[in-house]
């Protein structure tokens, strides 16, 4: 029997990585859909399959689906800063809008949308008992951040064709990651903030809360949903740990055996420092939109991908360690200047 194929977009990407190992463990057989194959065939695996798209060509795109069992779109770009804006908007509603016209148009039988938790809401007060899940209403319609207004036009278009598809056509399945932690995250995306803590870097606690998940259970969740035979339409990923960010901080600092920061700072005086640096240098990281999102518990409960798709997180301890072994490892082989 010939292995079922399934195109990947945003194949490079932290999380792309480990889903497409994943895959391969399972026995399928990926396709990567890229935007630089060049930059790709140095990253993944030497017999990987590469078809180099730019997922806002919409009739390239569903070229690169033609024969394919099913479609995985991991594809977008986060960022907070107003530079990014216009682009934020193109990759994350252009690509989405693109994805979902062509799975369906190349005759793709399952579609899984990677949406995010930033999509679905968040809690303004640390309520672990009061977890977003599923049913949430969104509650951050007026918050002045491009990145989350356009992950939730995305988000509303793939929960719309997921609802279509229990009826006819392609199948649709809307997956909703919480912070992604683990290992082999080679372009930083969340080990920074590891790094950060364990290096001493972090001059203040932040406020607000986080669900960390790790990326290795997040993709076996992906080969679940491929899976399940009648999946719900749209899944929150999420581990069972809601922790304020003084205490994910701590935590870490522990394992790391460093002391974390004991200082922190108001919300409103940590967004009018933040606006400050933004004015100052508008292509940094410190942005406003940024300590707008950072006040927010970013709290979430996974039970229905718990009952459907069997998703099992390690304790974070294990995460956290394997993570700073990796930047351990990463450090040791990083030529010194």
Partial sequence: MSQKRVAITGATGFLGRHVLSALRTAGRRPVAVVRDAGAARRILPDDMEIRQVDICDGAALTTAFEGMDAAIHLAGMVSVNKRDDRETYRVNVTGARNFLRAVEESGVARALFTSTTSAVGALSRPEPGAACDEATAFNLAAEPVMYIQAKRTAHEM????????????????????????????????????????????????????????????????????????????????????????????????????????????????????????????????????????????????????????????????????????????????????
């Fill in 158 to 337: 793939a929960l719309a064709a997921a609802e279509q598809s229990r009826d006819k056509g392609t199948r649709h399945v809307v997956l909703s990651p919480s912070f992604v932690l683990g290992p082999d995250d080679i372009n930083s995306n969340t080990s920074e903030l590891i790094d950060a803590i364990a290096r001493r870097a972090l001059p203040i606690c932040p406020g607000g809360g986080l669900n960390p998940i790790d990326v290795r259970d997040l993709a076996a969740a992906y080969v679940s949903a491929l899976d399940h035979p009648d999946p719900a339409g749209h899944y929150i990923l999420a581990s069972g740990e809601n922790l304020t960010l003084k205490e994910f901080i701590g935590r870490v600092a522990q394992l790391a055996h460093v002391t974390p920061p004991r200082l922190s700072l108001p919300n409103a005086l940590v967004i009018a420092l933040a606006r400050g640096a933004e004015f100052i240098h508008p292509g940094g990281r410190l942005t406003a939109a940024g300590a707008r999102l950072g006040r927010y518990y970013w709290y979430f409960d996974a039970a229905l991908a718990r009952r459907d798709l069997s998703l099992r997180c390690r304790p974070l301890d294990d995460t956290v360690k394997d993570t700073l072994a990796w930047l351990r490892d990463k450090e040791s082989r990083t030529p010194k200047l």
